[in-house]
């Protein structure tokens, strides 16, 4: 699928045109703001990189978003309200 001799600059942006053709969204979009579709291709940009044996945190660090956004993106955190989740912290810890 990709050469592994691609930097890394060039491995996101291969990657982002690809989910953009296929979600049929504009390249710009999946950078800019948010929409469903475009949150679901960032998603997709993210599993794709994940799956060339790339870390999280260097996928976050690529896609220029937190670690805990690339982890709500996998699956593997949940994203919340966070003032009830501080709030509900606080009271659990009174």
């Avoid at 050469?3 to 060039?10: F, H, L, M, S, W």
């Avoid at 045109?17 to 679901?40: M, S």
């Amino acid at each position: 699928m990709y050469e592994p001799t691609v930097t890394p600059r060039a491995l996101l942006h291969a990657v982002i045109a690809e989910v953009a053709r296929e979600c049929g969204v504009d390249e710009v979009l999946i950078k800019g703001r948010f929409d469903r579709k475009i949150v679901y291709a960032r998603a997709q940009v993210a599993k794709r990189l994940l799956a060339l044996g790339l870390s999280e945190q260097r996928v976050a660090d690529m896609m220029h978003i937190s670690l805990g956004t690339v982890q709500v993106y996998l699956g593997r955190r949940m994203r919340s309200n966070s003032k009830v989740t501080r709030h509900n912290r606080e009271v659990a810890r009174s």
